[in-house]
């Protein structure tokens, strides 16, 4: 089977994209041609992909994009047996296609809950935007194939779709959990908690505990990381791939998700606290209601209050304080994870299910 993997919103290295999903069809031997922005992300496709290098989607800037994913659709759609796209842009480059084969929609995030999440939206146009975006989901669950990240998704859907959920992969073993070094993994922005990072950053400086951020930064929050590190605050390593980042994991104190109550957030399972208990390392999170429910349910780690720095601080300074505790949490959540979360677990399924797609080509 020959894959048409595209995305011009995400990273090339996307971890569900590029480490879970394209991994998990070429250990099945199959072959992906991916399509990303590798040259606006300057990066260069993994080896074990053929990679198409398209314009990357941003902002008020998609039109281009979608144009380049439509022509490289058409151009290819002769020579594949199925395509699976990651943003609801490419909605735009695959449907009215004639002669087209399976395409196959991941659907990542709820799309119009996370319009109040786009600076660059004027508020006056979210409404529309939100009402053309329930559209295009109705459009595209009568036309293509849907695989939804979260069940809390199905309710947007008249149909039943199968859920392929945002695990990771579990190492076989991991370290204790250290005691002078809290991580974040993830994308940063104002509403994913980056300026209560950072005063966390400041008020653990007298104790000798190092925040370190991993992650791409939206451009509003790129100044205020930069100052930090100036101040020698916090360390920030930008983006790191997903195989890369994870490493940085191991012998944590414990793994921050800061996330505010926005209305994407609301129903989504965070990945990375799912990867911080894959790596053996205790979760401070805020009360989203997926993130209480993982962390309650496995007693993988502690949960603080929306936008209190002080809170989190003080979360910290307890693991650091009671080595026992954090040894524990750390080793539950882990357990939890190999047993509950590790993605070859659903791999097989996900593959299957595109094999089976693919197979029914008209």
């Known amino acids: 089977m020959h894959v048409l993997v595209m995305t011009v919103v995400h990273h090339p290295e996307d971890a569900r994209i590029l480490h879970r999903q394209i991994r998990a069809l ?10 990303a922005p590798y040259s606006a992300r300057g990066v260069v496709p993994r080896s074990w992909v053929n990679g198409v290098d398209l314009p990357r989607a941003a902002e008020r800037r998609r039109l281009t994009a979608v144009r380049a994913a439509r022509k490289l659709f058409k151009s290819m759609r002769d020579k594949i047996d199925l395509a699976l796209i ?16 399976p395409v196959v929609w991941d659907v990542h995030e709820d799309t119009p809950a996370t319009l109040s999440l786009k600076p660059w939206l004027p508020a006056f146009l979210r409404p529309p935007t939100r009402f053309l975006a329930r559209m295009l989901e109705g459009a595209a669950e009568r036309r293509l194939r849907l695989l939804l990240a979260e069940t809390a998704y199905a309710g947007r859907f008249k149909q039943t779709h199968l859920v392929v959920p945002n695990e990771t992969w579990v190492p076989d073993t991991v370290s204790a959990p250290g005691d002078d070094r809290v991580v974040y993994l993830g994308w940063l922005s104002e509403a994913r908690g980056v300026r209560e990072a950072v005063e966390v950053g400041r008020l653990l400086q007298p104790y000798r505990v190092v925040v370190e951020l991993i992650g791409y930064a939206d451009p509003q929050s790129r100044p205020l990381l930069n100052q930090a590190v100036a101040e020698g605050v916090l360390e920030w390593r ?24 926005e209305p994407n957030y609301r129903h989504s399972m965070p990945t990375k606290i799912v990867e911080y208990m894959a790596h053996g390392i205790p979760v401070i999170t805020t009360p989203s209601p997926r993130a209480v429910d993982l962390v309650e349910r496995y007693r993988s780690g502690l949960v603080v209050p929306w936008q209190d720095p002080q809170a989190v601080a ?13 040894h524990a949490i750390g080793g539950r959540g882990y357990a939890a994870a190999r047993a509950n979360h590790h ?7 996900f593959v299957t299910q595109l094999e089976e797609w693919a197979g029914v080509r008209r």
């Open 26 to 35: 070429v250990d099945a031997g199959h072959e992906v041609t991916y399509a």
């Open 86 to 101: 990651h943003d609801p842009e490419l909605l735009l480059a695959v449907v009215g296609v004639r002669g087209r084969p």
């Open 238 to 261: 930008d983006f790191m791939p997903n195989d890369e980042a994870l490493k940085r994991l191991d012998g944590a104190l414990a793994g921050l998700s800061l996330l505010h109550d």
């Open 314 to 326: 003080r979360a910290v300074l307890f693991l650091r304080d009671n080595a026992a505790e954090r």
């Open 343 to 349: 993605w070859p677990n659903s791999a097989r399924r």
